[in-house]
């Protein structure tokens, strides 16, 4: 166990900054070039228990091919369905919800909400300066007086405790 902990943590001292780099070339934006290298990491971690690896950096890149062709399909559909004339067909469509449709938004944000107030305190704190306001991993760390490393390790853990316990649509 302690070997593969010691395994990843040289593949992320030696490979963070070129996946970094393979993301911010695609996506052009710094944190979002951030997210997906450190998204790489946690799925790396994620496998590490359910089979040795042959070749780890292998698998690291394919995970990071993987995950650039996820974001690029994601943006394509999130284009597809935040276009009006695509979604109803029709010159003004009505924004406004239906009765039904209305209280299962309001049912999901409560779901959301008790499953964000779950987070510790700081992860939640960090994941609210960086997702909601926009700040950047260090301007986070300034501002909380902790390291940028460690804004890092709440983002990461945040972000996987959402993605266990946030219901599917």
Not at 5 to 30: D, M, T, V, W
Not at 147 to 156: R, Y
Request: positive net charge; proline residues 6%; hydrophobic residues 35%.
């Amino acid at each position: 166990m302690e070997n593969e902990k010691e395994q990843i943590a040289q593949l992320y001292r030696k490979h963070y900054n070129g996946i970094y780099s393979f993301f911010f070339k695609r996506l052009r934006s710094p944190e979002d070039a951030a997210d997906s290298a450190q998204e790489v990491f946690i799925r790396l971690v994620r496998h590490n228990g359910n089979a040795a690896l042959d070749s780890p950096v292998g698998y690291m890149w394919k995970i990071t091919r993987n995950l650039i062709k996820e974001i690029r399909r994601a943006h394509t559909i999130r284009s597809r369905w935040m276009s009006p004339l695509a979604e109803h067909g029709d010159k003004h469509p009505s924004k406004t919800p239906g009765p039904e449709e209305a209280m299962k938004i309001r049912q999901m944000n409560d779901d959301i909400l008790n499953v964000f107030n779950k987070l510790p305190s700081r992860c939640r704190e960090v994941f609210i300066l960086h997702r909601f306001k926009g700040l950047s991993h260090k301007e986070i760390a300034d501002q909380l007086n902790i390291s940028p490393k460690t804004v890092e390790n709440h983002m990461a853990k945040a972000l996987l405790f959402l993605r266990k316990n946030l219901p599917r649509p």
